[in-house]
């Protein structure tokens, strides 16, 4: 059994998760499947992906072959900025049930602190303002019909991603359910202490993405952090790559970590972590990599 976090509500989130951001449909279904053999038992969705009737169809595969149970894996979705109005929020986590072939989620989030209104019936691309709009809408609100899912059985816990430790300040003022969970992105880049320091103050678990510094995001760059001398001695010392060796640091913070990859010799590489650990000083070299600030998401 692989490590897990305890939520604040009881419910156990396996420690290190399988995203599907960026995934093509052709081949995201293969690398959830894949996942899932390896021995992932923790799977990333978002409505904004594209992607969740392959991923539901890996997830409903594998059970059969690998004689899982629907408790056996942790499955999160998110609903996009252009689903904040209350009565959307119900609609959009039905819609992923629908498109993942479950009956309830095991977590969902808000995926951004910002509403955006669709300009047409696209589907939303945040990085584009040709098919979106910045729209005022009370969190509050949304947040309720959040929790009104929990109610309802069709969400076990509800969270939020890319907010700010104000922001989380400010919601758990407003809320009856807290989030048991604030994805965002965390890695040797950008450590994010401020943050996780907070929540775990307030029993809140935080889920790092882009643990290996979004190199998704670096097309034509080369990813630093991978050779870093701190990152690659301590690959050597552990025979082990300097991936693993950053996915090892951040399960060493005690958060979720989240990989990513289509591609079965990574997936595979990526689980395969939990077999060494990184002493107090490689902790403290590692972190004493120099910041350079968020590649994906700055919710400031």
């Keep these: 059994m692989k490590p897990c976090l ?11 998760g399988f995203g599907t951001f960026r995934a093509p449909k052709e081949a995201v279904r293969k690398a959830v499947q894949l996942a899932l053999r390896v021995g992932y038992r923790r799977i990333d969705c978002s409505m904004i992906n594209d992607n969740e009737k392959e991923v539901g169809k890996a997830i409903a595969t594998s059970m059969r072959k690998l004689n899982l149970k629907r408790e056996d894996i942790f499955v999160t979705s ?21 498109n993942l072939g479950l009956e309830y989620l095991d977590l969902y989030l808000l995926h951004f602190p910002i509403s955006w209104k669709l300009k047409r019936d696209e ?9 979106n709009v910045f729209e005022r809408r009370k969190l509050e609100d949304t947040w309720k019909a959040m929790e009104a899912l929990v109610s309802s059985g069709l969400v076990r816990s509800i969270g939020v991603t890319n907010f700010l430790k ?19 992105e965390v890695n040797v880049h950008f450590p994010n202490r401020r943050l996780i320091e907070y929540c775990r103050k307030e029993g ?22 991978l050779d870093n001398e701190h990152v690659v001695e301590a690959a050597r010392k552990h025979k082990k790559t300097p991936a693993q ?3 090892r ?7 979720v970590v989240i990989v990513r990859s289509v591609t079965a010799e990574l997936i595979e590489s990526y689980f395969d972590v939990f077999d060494f650990d990184l002493s107090h000083m490689e902790m403290v070299k590692v972190d004493s990599i120099e910041w350079s600030g968020p590649w994906f998401w700055n919710p400031e």
């Design 166 to 184: 104000e922001q989380l300040q400010w919601l758990l003022k407003q809320c009856t359910i807290g989030p048991a969970v604030v994805q965002v």
């Design 245 to 247: 060796v950053l996915l």
């Design 123 to 131: 589907p939303l691309n945040v990085h584009d303002s040709i098919t």
């Design 6 to 16: 305890l939520l604040n509500n009881g419910q156990r989130i396996p420690q290190l």
């Design 249 to 255: 640091h951040g399960l060493r913070r005690g958060i």
């Design 78 to 98: 998110k609903f996009s900025c252009g689903k904040h109005a209350a009565n959307d929020v119900g609609k959009a986590c039905e819609v992923s049930l629908k």
């Design 204 to 225: 809140i678990v935080v889920e790092g993405c882009s643990p290996l510094g979004s190199p998704c995001f670096m097309e034509g760059q080369r990813n630093w952090l």
